[in-house]
């Protein structure tokens, strides 16, 4: 394992705000470390290539090449393309989903409750990044990451969303392998344990 990057040599350093959307990129050969600044965040996460945005993280080919339904160090993240994104190269919560997707409007009704139709959710915040950044569209929006998210698989291979086993200051960091763009939905989610009721800010720190 590398040894533990210092916040005072990182590049940039971003807060993201609670439930709010984020669009970075991050080169290849960079650290990216998400940070979970107060517990019991779901941060939910798309990766593209920056030079081929229509390649983008491909959730079956990386569960299939690791043999595990859960995301940890020595995940390599794949492409729809086979090709590494990214590996996670050190993670001190310990497990990531990346089988419930993000919440929208439309699986929050489904859900909860008609009257969650106009909650704030993380597909909406992944359209408002989008149209701002231009380079990724509706059609670009795949299933994804959550890191810091604890959804267990049952043994009868169901899912459940359960309360978090992340708290303040776990992070997840990650070495690019190739020129990508980040595309973050810092959870807004208020009808299930995945935020433990309170979405909280995140953060990113990204180190050469
Ligand atoms: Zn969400």
Request: net charge negative.
């Amino acid at each position: 394992m590398n040894p533990t990057l210092h916040a005072d040599s990182a590049v940039s350093q971003s807060i993201i705000p609670a439930g709010e959307p984020w669009l970075t990129e991050v080169k290849a050969g960079q650290t990216l470390r998400i940070l979970d600044l107060e517990g019991n965040q779901a941060i939910d996460t798309l990766f593209y290539s920056a030079t081929n945005p229509r390649e983008r993280y491909d959730v079956q080919r990386t569960l299939r090449r690791q043999g595990n339904v859960y995301l940890g160090a020595g995940s390599v993240l794949y492409s729809n393309l086979g090709r590494p994104m990214l590996t996670i190269t050190e993670d001190t919560c310990g497990r990531h989903d990346t089988l419930g997707g993000a919440c929208a409007q439309e699986s929050n009704t489904v859900r909860y409750a008609l009257d969650t139709r106009h909650m704030h959710s993380c597909r909406d915040n992944y359209l408002r990044a989008c149209c701002h950044d231009g380079r990724l569209g509706k059609r670009d929006i795949s299933p994804n990451i959550n890191f810091f998210m604890n959804v267990p698989v049952t043994p009868e291979g169901g899912l459940t969303f359960e309360d978090g086993i992340s708290e303040a200051g776990k992070y997840v960091q990650l070495r690019a392998e190739m020129d990508v763009i980040v595309l973050i939905s810092n959870c807004p989610q208020l009808n299930n344990p995945c935020n433990g009721y309170n979405p909280t800010p995140a953060g990113l720190l990204i180190w050469d």
